[in-house]
């Protein structure tokens, strides 16, 4: 017993999958030992076997509370004295459920303890914290739904943030979150941080569907066909495996809902394919959260607030690292978030690049003109439309690789540092005084 305390304070994976060898060989020995069947939960939810730490303890949660073979009513003091009750079940049942992010079920099974026992709720809550947190972020989400499902997308986008302010050490939770703002913020038409959301929700969980089929939908929107068909090719991958897994299952009843749902996403990424490889640039005014028809002053506004907002540094700064985080998962998160943020905020650039400059901005305004004629003349829809290059003025300076090169021509990867202000954002130190201007001014 004393060894696996000792592997469990160290609070590595390796180390608890030592601890639970340790504590197996001792529970033959003595198979109901409370010391040791706690150890076990323990050194389960360091290593995130969640599903199997509810089990045990729901195994053997009758055992804790009986005596004498019949179980007892207490209140909940009794609960805090009797050494026959265990509280660490219900705790660990709760922060289980709450890192899987089914809340819910947490509250369910909450109110199921309440009704064996004679304490009201909040006498309740003082011997498990948890339970007030998860009641606050259900009612914040609760609250959040509804005024988006009313239209009131500002107020519903404060309540996802309100949640997300709490805690975000619920991954799954969390997740959730992000993606239902990234749809108040499209509905909004901050595409830039609805993307921006997305990409944490991804970052968070990997298998996210929603999030990665809003952020295609999103990228799309913005005519970044390239990330959109990185985002359906995930997705399809996901679906497929999906598809096997519900095979291997006798009486999977959703089954056919998944294999509509990989149709879907296969004809959106045909479609999706053919509309990245006609190059159209990116729409920048949408980029930048702008009507075309803006002042120079209104797009440098923009801008600054865009680029602040969503500078790499600044990623991930809402996301807090949980209490039984493995080091390695926890750096590819981070990493991930960096990654989505650095591309996003050079795509900023990048429209600010072609904006800022009367000339470029005049030259793309016209070609968005024809394009739009182009679209209006194939029955307003682009899906199927051939690119013909040669209808534009400036030769290839249409394509999204030649726009590109206006960008980087005065945009300068976030990843570059200095010294200086407007290094640390991000910009090429040539134009120190200008993006100063813009970013300070």
């Given amino acids: 017993m004393k060894q696996s305390a000792e592997l469990l304070q160290r609070r590595t994976s390796s180390d608890a999958e030592n601890a639970l060898g340790v504590i197996a060989q001792a529970l033959t020995i003595s198979s109901w030992c409370e010391k040791l069947l706690e150890m076990k939960a323990d050194a389960l939810f360091t290593l995130r076997k969640y599903e199997e730490l509810i089990r045990l303890c729901e195994q053997t949660l009758g055992s804790a509370i009986s005596v004498n073979g019949r179980l007892t009513t207490m209140d909940c003091s009794d609960v805090q004295k009797n050494p026959s009750f265990s509280l660490w079940r219900w705790q660990l049942i709760i922060k ?107 970052a968070l969980d990997g298998n996210y569907r929603k999030a990665i089929s809003r952020r295609a939908t999103l990228f799309e929107m913005i005519r970044d066909y390239e990330q959109a068909r990185r985002d359906l090719q995930r997705l399809v991958s996901l679906l497929m495996k999906q598809v096997d897994d519900k095979a291997n299952q006798s009486g999977a009843s959703d089954k056919s809902s998944i294999v509509s749902e990989l149709r879907q996403a296969q004809q959106r990424l ?117 690119p013909d290059v040669h209808n534009y003025p400036f030769e290839r300076s249409s394509s999204r690789r030649q726009w590109q090169e206006t960008g980087k021509a005065t945009y300068h990867s976030a990843s570059v540092r200095d010294s200086t202000p407007a290094c640390e954002l991000g910009l090429q130190p040539l134009f120190e005084n200008r993006w100063m201007e813009v970013l300070y001014g």
Avoid at 138 to 165: C, D, P, V
């Fill in 96 to 202: 289980s459920y709450f890192s899987l992010g089914r809340l819910e079920e947490a509250l369910d099974f909450l109110k199921k303890q309440e009704e064996s026992i004679s304490t009201t709720k909040k006498s309740l809550e003082s011997l498990i914290p948890l339970a007030g947190t998860i009641r606050e972020l259900m009612r914040h989400k609760a609250a959040g739904n509804e005024a988006f499902q009313s239209g009131k997308h500002a107020e519903a986008a404060e309540h996802y943030t309100a949640a997300l302010s709490c805690t975000v050490e619920s991954r799954p939770f969390a997740a959730v979150c992000f993606c239902n703002r990234a749809a108040a913020y499209k509905a909004m038409g901050q595409i830039v941080d609805a993307i921006s959301d997305c990409s944490l929700a991804i």
């Fill in 270 to 386: 045909s479609v999706t394919e053919e509309e990245s490889r006609k190059e159209i640039p990116l729409n920048m005014y949408l980029i930048l959260g702008i009507d075309s028809s803006v002042t120079a002053s209104e797009i440098k506004k923009a801008y600054r607030k865009a680029a602040l907002r969503h500078h790499p540094d600044k990623a991930g700064q809402s996301l807090a690292r949980s209490e039984n985080g493995d080091a390695g998962l926890w750096k590819e998160v981070v990493e991930g978030v960096y990654k989505d943020a650095d591309r996003l905020f050079k795509m900023i650039g990048e429209a600010y690049a072609v904006l800022s400059d009367p000339t470029k901005r005049s030259q793309y305004d016209l070609e968005e003109e024809m394009r739009s004629t182009q679209k209006r003349g194939n029955g307003g829809s682009t899906s199927r439309m051939q």
